[in-house]
């Protein structure tokens, strides 16, 4: 069986209902999924969940685990932005949400001159402006304040789980313009860093494979190269597929997961009866 922890819907910018996803997943032998609709931000912004539509999101969640919990775990979540200063897992929006567990992503960075934020996932023309405006071009600086992000978050608040951890690199492939080298020294150096905040908490790290059926990269996010070191350190992993549509539910696990166990990564993270579990990894799914 798989698990899938990160999927999305139309509550925020997800296509269909939750409870097509349920069904997906149980017609593809998902034994436990978790919801994560982008949490609402104080600002507008192309992804998140209106802020006016999250208790008929709970209350929606609520409702499809009482009628299939014969047949599939189903748990509440949302991804939500870390931003300093202005969102993160202490948000006062989540303070008495019945969540089951937390997952935390970098999706915008500082404030450009217009107003809006830098955004790392979505318009290449934002981001670029971001580098011009307040990295001035310097790319290494901007990795730098990326990372730099992520352990800002772990203290603040550790989440459960740790979304697409080196998403920045998507724009290599967007854009000749950001053309860091992933495999370089310096950039694995950023990214080592916050491996090694991650392994002083609980937090586990997201295999996400979006990377890979949607963005035709090579491998997921955070790389390979990464996810050996992290699993050196020990730190936890969990396969999520970001699904934003009910097809995509386990969408790159099989390639994903031959993936990682020829890199040495033998266990994953899964939820069963809301504990938090080591499972087996096999080409084939998680054994527990």
Request: include cysteine; glycine fraction near 4%.
């Amino acid at each position: 069986m798989w698990s899938n922890y990160h999927c999305h819907s139309n509550y925020c910018d997800g296509k269909g209902a939750i409870e097509e996803y349920i069904l997906s997943a149980i017609q593809k032998n998902i034994q436990s999924i978790g919801f994560t609709s982008h949490c609402p931000l104080p600002f507008e912004n192309k992804w998140s969940m209106d802020n006016e539509k999250l208790p008929s999101y709970i209350n929606e969640l609520q409702h499809l685990k009482e009628k299939y919990q014969s047949q599939i775990e189903i748990y509440t979540s949302l991804e939500i932005d870390f931003i300093d200063g202005v969102s993160g897992v202490n948000s006062e929006l989540l303070k008495d949400l019945p969540l089951d567990y937390t997952l935390c992503s970098v999706h915008f960075l500082e404030k450009l001159s217009d107003g809006n934020y830098c955004e790392i996932e979505g318009s290449t023309v934002s981001f670029l402006k971001g580098l011009e405006e307040i990295w001035h071009n310097d790319k290494y600086e901007m990795v730098i304040a990326y990372f730099e992000a992520f352990r800002r978050m772990l203290d603040s608040s550790a989440p459960n789980i740790i979304g697409h951890l080196d998403k920045i690199k998507l724009h290599k492939y967007y854009t000749g313009e950001f053309v860091i080298d992933t495999h370089s020294d310096f950039y694995k150096k950023e990214a080592i860093k916050c491996l090694e905040n991650i392994a002083k908490t609980d937090s586990f790290l997201e295999v996400n494979t979006r990377a890979m059926y949607k963005k035709n990269l090579v491998d997921p996010y955070p790389s390979i190269e990464l996810l050996q070191i992290a699993n050196e350190l020990n730190i936890p992993l969990v396969l999520n597929s970001d699904s934003h549509h009910p097809s995509e539910i386990d969408n790159c696990f099989v390639s994903t997961a031959t993936l990682l166990l020829d890199a040495g990564i033998s266990k994953l993270k899964t939820l069963r009866q809301h504990t938090w579990i080591d499972a087996k990894l096999t080409k084939q799914g998680l054994i527990y």
